[in-house]
């Protein structure tokens, strides 16, 4: 089946005892089995079968080979967050005195997991220029376990050659790592990039409604675990093949840290994906269209969106996600008073910390998401003070276009 097909029927033909169309949520904790000896055989591994929901859980299992299916990864882990997914990964793949390299200009609370939290276990990342390809090959070392970065970095919007990337991974014989969080596999599918493992945070594009958190970790079968850096995945590997990452994510970290998902969010999850191709394009539409309109706006300091053609990641927006930006832009007003009147004068778009929704979406960073960082630290990771991030929704344009024109007015009336 095609992209936009799988999105509706990838992982569930209908339930075969009652007939419901929509996958049913299986809101239980635990799964009985009448013997005492096929419980223990599930336990095992010696049969087929769900254990207990902070395992796996048939609303979850559905969601898993959807995403799997759309990613055309190898398998899946659906989990709570999209933090609940990065930060099983890497503690899955890392140890004290390993090492992590990541790109700067990336989502903040990545930062903060692999600074502050990993920090305190030993785990140091460094943290390299996302559009400079050499730099990650001269942070690479024998302590590098793996290599970290998003598709389009949010908010700094670089967008990084994956493919070279990749390549510096590969002969580093470590894994590279992609937040496919902003373009979701509609607009690029990592994998042909060379990247090993996919991450999502659900809670934006995918579920695209903010009506529910949630984070998936797709192996996408590129990288060889029968002959990779990782003692204990090798050996797994020895029983279960290449699924040895994802099997022992499942029966060992993703177990022990209860990063789950509620089955009524892995359906809400579900349903998203559904309509994530058609949205897809109209938030890039709109997204293409906004960023030309501020752009020609003569009060507008500046507008950074990856899919202008005068872009200088244009040619890479070309070769990874076949032309298209995605729905995220930033913009500048010159200062913060300026940012904070034209939020304040917005009546269609909310004010608030998420991206991916069908509304059109406004944030201040620098005041908000980024409010721990201090201002070198913010300028590092490409947040300014005069900085809007706008995830721009599937309204129609013309709505859009309006409230942004007398939002902008009104920030220079009411800061003359
Ligand atoms: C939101 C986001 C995350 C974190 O996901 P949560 O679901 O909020 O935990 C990770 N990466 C990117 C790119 C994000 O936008």
New binding site residues.
């Given amino acids: 089946m095609k992209p936009d097909t799988l999105s509706i029927h990838g992982g569930f033909a209908g339930d075969s005892i009652s007939g419901a169309t929509a996958v049913p949520i299986c809101q239980t904790v635990s799964y009985a089995y009448k013997t005492a000896q096929e419980l223990a055989d599930v336990f095992h591994g010696k049969a087929p079968g769900y254990i207990y929901t902070r395992i796996a859980n048939p609303t979850t299992t559905a969601l898993e080979v959807r995403l799997t299916l759309l990613e055309d990864g190898i398998g899946c882990i659906a989990t709570s967050?999209?933090?609940a997914a990065?930060a099983s990964v890497v503690m899955s793949l890392t140890r004290a005195g390993d090492e992590i390299i990541a790109a700067t200009g990336i989502?903040g609370?990545?930062v903060s997991l692999f600074e502050n939290t990993l920090g305190r276990f030993a785990v140091n990342t460094n943290f390299v220029d996302a559009a400079d390809t050499n730099q990650f090959a001269k942070a690479v070392n024998d302590r590098t376990k793996l290599l970290f970065i998003?598709t389009i970095g949010?908010p700094r919007m670089d967008v990084p050659d994956i493919q070279a990337i990749a390549d510096i991974a590969h002969k580093a014989n470590v894994p590279l790592v992609v937040?496919n969080?902003?373009t979701t596999p509609f607009l690029i599918k990592p994998v042909d990039f060379g990247a090993d493992i996919v991450v999502h945070?659900t809670?934006?594009f995918i579920n695209g409604h903010g009506t529910a958190?949630?984070?998936a970790i797709i192996d996408t079968g590129n990288y060889n675990w029968r002959k990779g850096a990782f003692d204990d995945i090798k050996d797994l590997s020895e029983r279960v093949g290449q699924l040895a990452f994802l099997a022992n994510l499942r029966n060992l970290i993703y177990r022990d840290l209860g990063g789950c998902p509620a089955p009524m969010n892995s359906f809400l999850m579900l349903q998203g994906l559904e309509t994530l191709p058609g949205r897809m394009v109209k938030h890039d539409e709109n997204a293409k269209q906004l960023a030309q309109f501020l752009q020609a706006h003569p009060k507008v300091s500046w507008v950074n969106y990856p899919g202008l053609t005068d872009s200088r990641f244009n040619d890479r927006v070309i070769k990874l996600f076949a032309g298209r930006g995605g729905g995220l832009l930033t913009f500048g007003l010159g200062d913060k008073q300026r940012a904070f009147s034209f939020i304040d004068s917005l009546k269609l778009a909310k004010n608030l910390a998420n991206?991916g929704d069908a509304k059109t979406l406004v944030v201040h960073p620098a005041s908000t998401i980024f409010h721990e960082f201090t201002i070198a630290e913010q300028n590092k990771m490409g947040v300014t003070e005069d900085m809007v991030r706008v995830s721009v929704g599937i309204e129609d344009f013309e709505d859009i276009k309006a409230d942004f024109q007398q939002a902008i007015e009104r920030a220079f009336k009411e800061t003359k």
């Fill in positions: 967050s999209g933090m990065i989502f609370g990545t998003e949010n937040d969080t902003v945070s809670s934006k958190i949630g984070g991206l």
